[in-house]
C-alpha cells in the first residue's frame, strides 16, 4: 500500500501530472470523475458535491448539501488506502494524510504566465478572463483547506516535493515523484500505514462501550462536555418511526444519540467506519423528509475532533466515566 497526495494550481498541468503517474505506477487515481462514481455508489448524486475538490464551504452552521459529503469522501479514501495504492488528486489530501508513513505529498505549481497561456489553450478564453479565473481559483482552494484544515495550502513544509512545471514540463515531473516513491520506500511501509489507518479511523475504539449508559466512548466524551458547560442533555429520549410495511406497522427508526431540551435541538454522532456513516446518511435524510420541524445536527468524525480541541478533552485521551444525567 502506497499514496501519492497532488496538490496543484489550476492550469499548472498538475491534472494531467497525477494521470500519468497513477498510469505508470498503476496506483488508483481519485480524481473528481472517481469520487463521482464514488458517491453515485453511496446515494450520492453528483450535485450534491461541491462544484470543485477544494471549494470553500459556506460561513453558516448548517452544512450546505456540497459539504457534508466532503466527511464521507475522507471516510472512504480512508478504507480505500488500506485496500489500494491511491494518487489522490486535491481533497486535501496532503493534510488528510498528514504525517502518514507511506505517503508522499507532492505540490504542482507553475508561473503566472504559464498558466494563463495553459488556460487561454484549454478554454479557449481572452487572457484578461484566464487571469481573472486563476485568481479567483486561487483564492477559493486557499480558504477551502483553511477552512476545513485550519492549514495554509501554499506552506511548502507540507510537501515532500515542490515542483514548478515551467522548465521541468510534465514528463519531467512524473519522473521526479516516481524516483520519489522508491526514495522514500513508500511500498516498504505497509504495515506502519496499516496501524497509522486504523489510529486514523479511531477502529482501536470502535464498538467498546464506555459505562452503562452510552454505547460508545465518544458519547460518554460529549456528555462530559456537556455537563461541564452545564448543558443539559437527554440521551437517545426518543425514537422516530422513518419506515412502514404496507399494514402501517414500523420497520425502521431512528433514535439521535442526544437530545438538548433547553435548545429543542437533537445531535448524532457518526464513526469514521464508512458502512455505517453511509447508512446514517441515509437515515438522518428520511427523518428530514418526514419531520422537518425536527432541529438535528450531525457531528461528523472532524466536528468531534473539533469539539474536543475547543472545548473538552485531547483526542486520545482517555476520558472519564461520566456520572449518570438525571
Request: aromatic share 8%.
Amino acid at each position: 500500500m502506497a499514496i501519492i497526495t497532488i496538490a496543484r494550481q489550476v492550469a499548472s498541468g498538475g491534472d494531467e501530472v497525477a494521470a500519468r503517474v497513477a498510469g505508470q505506477l498503476g496506483f488508483t487515481l481519485i480524481d473528481r470523475p472517481y469520487i463521482e462514481r464514488m458517491a453515485a455508489e453511496h446515494g450520492v448524486a453528483a450535485t450534491d458535491l461541491p462544484e470543485t475538490d477544494e471549494e470553500a464551504n459556506p460561513p453558516h452552521d448548517e452544512r450546505a448539501p456540497g459539504t457534508v459529503h466532503e466527511d464521507l469522501v475522507e471516510m472512504v479514501l480512508l478504507d480505500l488506502a488500506e485496500k489500494e495504492d491511491l494518487v489522490i488528486l486535491g481533497r486535501g489530501g496532503q493534510f488528510l494524510f498528514a504525517g502518514c508513513p507511506g505517503a508522499l505529498h507532492v505540490r504542482i505549481v507553475a508561473s503566472p504566465e504559464v498558466r494563463v497561456r495553459r488556460l487561454v489553450q484549454t478554454d479557449a478564453i481572452p487572457d484578461v478572463e484566464a487571469r481573472a479565473r486563476i485568481a479567483a481559483a486561487d483564492r477559493e482552494r486557499s480558504e477551502y483547506i483553511r477552512e476545513r484544515f485550519g492549514q495554509d495550502w501554499a506552506d511548502p513544509l507540507h510537501y515532500d516535493l515542490v515542483i514548478r512545471l515551467d522548465a521541468l514540463g510534465v514528463a519531467g515531473a512524473v519522473r521526479l515523484i516516481t524516483e520519489g516513491v522508491g526514495l522514500a520506500d513508500l511500498w516498504g511501509k505497509g504495515r506502519e500505514l496499516a496501524t497509522w489507518l486504523d489510529a486514523r479511523r479511531g477502529l482501536a475504539d470502535e464498538g467498546a462501550p464506555a459505562g452503562d449508559q452510552f454505547m460508545h466512548p465518544s458519547e460518554a466524551e460529549v456528555a462530559r462536555v456537556l455537563d461541564f458547560y452545564r448543558i443539559r442533555w437527554e440521551y437517545e429520549p426518543r425514537s422516530f418511526p422513518i419506515a412502514w410495511d404496507e399494514h402501517g406497522r414500523v420497520t425502521e427508526a431512528f433514535t439521535p444519540d442526544f437530545h438538548l431540551p433547553d435548545l429543542d435541538l437533537y445531535i448524532e454522532l457518526t464513526t469514521l467506519k464508512q458502512s455505517l456513516v453511509t447508512d446514517k446518511n441515509r437515515k438522518v435524510r428520511r427523518l428530514r423528509e418526514l419531520y422537518p420541524d425536527v432541529k438535528l445536527k450531525i457531528f461528523y468524525g472532524r466536528d468531534y475532533r473539533s469539539l474536543l480541541q475547543k472545548y473538552g478533552r485531547p483526542p486520545g485521551e482517555a476520558a472519564p466515566r461520566p456520572e449518570m444525567n438525571t
